[in-house]
């Protein structure tokens, strides 16, 4: 078994071994991962934090034993907490990584970091406090990231920021925590699942106060939410049908 880890700042993730499939999410700056085929250009991986599979290019990541795996995965996880920042190698080059970023493989990467971190479970209140850092963030399906983000990518990213562990996708994340009857139920921090007309999940947002949400749609917005969906400020009208709510913490 072959095992990897990210040593740059963003890399994607698609969903064939090729340069023009589909990006379907992206691998972070210190995320590890298994190799579970190899091509000559191309790596399928499943990574450690979600078991995500896709394939990545074979020039973007690094190569390491079980044994370093065994040492970054030993450790609680801490992340880089400003929206971007810089980490130092051993050449003296700035390489600028993106929040959320893991730094539990810089003595491994022989890297650097002097910016704000994050770890351990927070309290629920943070949540929305690190949804408040995206605001803004540019749409991007398969994105992790405020330089551009999906629905569930900013669900999870936000969660694994404040110590939680949530899917990839949507429909994988309406599966989790339990489920509440009325939007009145609900506490800032729980999430909303919205479903298409064939009854699938196909978006998420987090529950704020005073019956808003924010999510990313166009870019991570605020809007308000009724037992009908979601309601766009500009708009005037219903985007998003509601499915559930859910409380994970």
């Not at 079980?66 to 003296?92: A, C, G, M, R």
């Not at 943070?126 to 990518?153: E, H, M, Q, V």
């Not at 994340?173 to 699942?193: C, H, N, R, V």
């Not at 919205?194 to 978006?203: C, L, Y």
Request: hydrophobic fraction near 35%.
């Amino acid at each position: 078994m072959k095992y990897g880890i990210c040593n740059l700042s963003i890399v994607p993730i698609r969903s064939e071994a090729n340069d023009k499939s589909e990006q379907t999410s992206q691998l972070l700056y210190g995320e590890t991962f298994v190799i579970v085929e190899e091509r000559t250009k191309w790596a399928k991986i499943k990574l450690c934090f979600d078991n995500y599979i896709g394939w990545i290019n074979n020039k973007q990541f690094e190569i390491i034993n079980e044994d370093k795996l065994k040492l970054v995965s030993k450790e609680p996880e801490i992340y880089s907490y400003d929206l971007v920042e810089f980490i130092e190698n051993t050449h003296q080059e700035l390489i600028a990584i993106p929040i959320g970023s893991s730094l539990n493989a810089l003595n491994i990467l022989k890297h650097s970091y002097d910016g704000n971190k994050i770890s351990g479970i927070q309290e629920k209140s943070k949540i929305i406090t690190t949804a408040l850092r995206f605001l803004n963030s540019p749409y991007l399906w398969g994105g992790r990231t405020p330089f551009g983000i999906d629905c569930s990518g900013f669900t999870q990213m936000v969660y694994k920021l404040n110590g939680y562990k949530l899917e990839r996708d949507s429909h994988l994340q309406a599966k989790q925590g339990s489920s509440l009857s009325f939007i009145e139920e609900s506490e800032p921090g729980d999430l909303a699942f919205f479903d298409n007309k064939e009854g699938e999940i196909v978006h998420v947002g987090i529950i704020m106060d005073n019956n808003h949400i924010i999510h990313a749609s166009g870019k991570v917005r605020i809007d308000r939410i009724d037992q009908t969906g979601i309601h766009n400020s500009e708009t005037k009208s219903h985007t998003h049908k509601l499915r559930v709510i859910k409380k994970i913490v």
